[in-house]
């Protein structure tokens, strides 16, 4: 039987997601953590604050001053919403559009690249395998927490 946890920590790495900064982009050293906010940001049409923290399954502090870096950063605006002020909508910025469209084309040239060592029937079973596996992790009462010990 193959070590699950070892491929998965070898998948983590090459990704990029221990890294400090998964991008540099006009000028800004952009985070994982930042380039997951600034995807859903992209993805949803203007979000509230905690819809974004609950789709990425962080707690709205630690969210909150990764929003504040990105609207320090020129990258994403913080918009009270007119119908209820204690909720803030968010929403990329031009800047912030053209960082989050270059890390996106640069992600899928990574993966498509990737893929091309692979032939269709691998890359087939590869993306249905991801997607079973992100169904089942779904389902776990341990999904997106940290792990406790």
């Known amino acids: 039987m193959e070590n699950t946890r070892e491929l998965f920590q070898n998948m983590t790495r090459r990704l990029g997601l221990l890294n400090k900064n ?3 982009v006009g000028g800004h050293d952009i985070s994982p953590v930042q380039n997951h906010i600034l995807y859903e940001i992209d993805r949803q049409h203007k ?13 709205i502090t630690t969210f909150s001053r990764q929003v504040q870096s990105l609207t320090k950063m020129n990258l994403v605006e913080k918009t009270p919403d007119p119908s209820d002020r204690r909720v803030y909508t968010l929403s990329l910025t031009v800047e912030g559009k053209y960082v989050a469209t270059t890390i996106d084309t ?8 990737v893929f091309s060592y692979l032939t269709d029937f691998e890359r ?3 993306i249905r395998s991801v997607k079973l596996f992100n169904d089942a992790m779904a389902q776990s009462s341990k999904c997106c927490f940290p792990v406790k010990g």
């Open 106 to 113: 640069q992600m899928n040239d990574y993966l498509n690249e």
């Open 22 to 24: 998964c991008c540099t």
């Open 124 to 126: 087939e079973t590869v």
């Open 47 to 59: 979000p509230s604050m905690q819809q974004i923290a609950e789709t990425l399954g962080t707690d």
